[in-house]
Each structure stands twice: as C-alpha cells, then as structure tokens.
T-cell receptor
Framework: GESVGLHLPTLSVQEGDNSIINCAYS??????FIWYKQESGKGPQFIID???NMDKRQGQRVTVLLNKTVKHLSLQIAATQPGDSAVYFC?????????WGAGTKLIIKP | DVKVTQSSRYLVKRTGEKVFLECVQD?????MFWYRQDPGLGLRLIYF???????EKGDIPEGYSVSREKKERFSLILESASTNQTSMYLC???????????FGNGTRLTVT
C-alpha cells in the first residue's frame, strides 16, 4: 500500500528486542498525549495515552514516558513482534484538536 | 470497542463531480472529525463538529463542506472535486477532551 509518509524517520529492530520510539511535542500547555499505530492502508489505531499529571503509564507490552521539562514523549514496545511493523505517531491534544508528530516507521528484522 | 465506519474504502471520481464521504460512529460520541492524509504532509484537519448541526473549520477547509444531521453521522462533501483533492480521507470521533480520537480505516479518493 501507499506509504503513510515520505522520508519518515525509520527504526529497525530485531524481532524479540525492545523498541523505543521518541517524540518531541510543541505546546508546553498540552495536558493530554496519545500514541497511535498506523499500518499500511488503515487508519491510525489508538495504542496508549497519558495525562500531564503522570510521567509513566503502562499497557500490554507498551509503556509511555512523558518528560514535561524537555517536552518529550517516548513509546516503549517490549519483545517486538512482526505485527508491530507500522508507522507510529505521537499526538498532543489541545482544545478539540490533535497536534501530530511526524511519525516513525518501525521495521522488524527477522 | 469504538467503531468508526467509513462507507467506502476506495473511490474514483472525475473532476467537477460532487463527492460525498460518509462516516458513522457507534459510541454516542459528541465530537467528530475529518482529516486528510498525504505523504510528507501528515494528517491535516479539514472540519470538525462538536454537536449535531454544529461545525468548525479546521486547518484546510477550502473546497470542502460538512454535514452533521445526526449525532452518529458526519459527512464530508466535495462540492466540485479537483485533482488536488486526491488523498486518503480519515474520519474520527471522540467523547470528551481527555479521550483519544478513534479513527475509521479511511477512504482513498482518486480524482481524475
């Protein structure tokens, strides 16, 4: 299918290793942050979210870390699997709208 | 699970045609959104609606209009399709400010 984005940063990870995807956000007043996964030909799929009164939140195989001091988010995926291959976007929610990060393409090496 | 359904996965239309893209959500969400996604440009907000019959312009509303007659349905209208509107169109909904948007699988529109 058509690529979600041209010239996206790419992260290649060995199957079974942990993946860390980073994101810088823009608005210091944003207080809600979301990670999405987008597979080729599909819409973005919600993975995990975090509010600004937290610095860490865990889900199933995923962890989001928030550093408000440097306006940085990261998504950690444990024991990366072939099905994790996708483009990952962070987003900050401001009023009714989402402000999107550029996206990172995650490639899993067998 | 929230389900956002877009009526068509693929559409091919001719320049000048009027095009309707339909979106339905099943979670009684207040807010609905239309985005377009283009390689290298990311997701751009076209219009959103926070209530029935209410609409707000997003970042790129030119050439588009919307309709929200019922809470669950949000339609995007291209009054006169042009080739620069060839894109992937994504509908989304959410219930409150501090909740994630849930997206449909998109409609890939080609205008020839």
């Amino acid at each position: 299918g058509e690529s979600v984005g041209l010239h996206l940063p790419t992260l290649s990870v060995q199957e079974g290793d942990n993946s860390i995807i980073n994101c810088a956000y823009s608005n210091s007043a944003s207080d809600y942050f979301i990670w999405y996964k987008q597979e080729s030909g599909k819409g973005p799929q919600f993975i995990i979210d975090i509010r600004s009164n937290m610095d860490k939140r865990q889900g199933q195989r995923v962890t989001v870390l928030l550093n408000k001091t440097v306006k940085h988010l990261s998504l950690q995926i444990a024991a990366t699997q072939p099905g994790d291959s996708a483009v990952y976007f962070c987003a900050e929610k401001w009023n009714y709208q989402l402000i999107w990060g550029a996206g990172t393409k995650l490639i899993i090496k067998p | 699970d929230v389900k956002v359904t877009q009526s068509s996965r693929y559409l091919v239309k001719r320049t000048g045609e009027k095009v309707f893209l339909e979106c339905v959500q099943d979670m009684d969400h207040e807010n609905m959104f239309w985005y377009r996604q283009d390689p290298g440009l990311g997701l751009r907000l076209i219009y959103f609606s926070y209530d029935v019959k209410m609409k707000e312009k997003g970042d790129i509303p030119e050439g588009y209009s919307v309709s929200r007659e019922k809470k669950e349905r949000f339609s995007l209208i291209l009054e006169s399709a042009s080739t620069n509107q060839t894109s992937m169109y994504l509908c989304a909904s959410d219930g409150t400010f501090n909740s994630p948007l849930h997206f449909g699988n998109g409609t890939r529109l080609t205008v020839t």
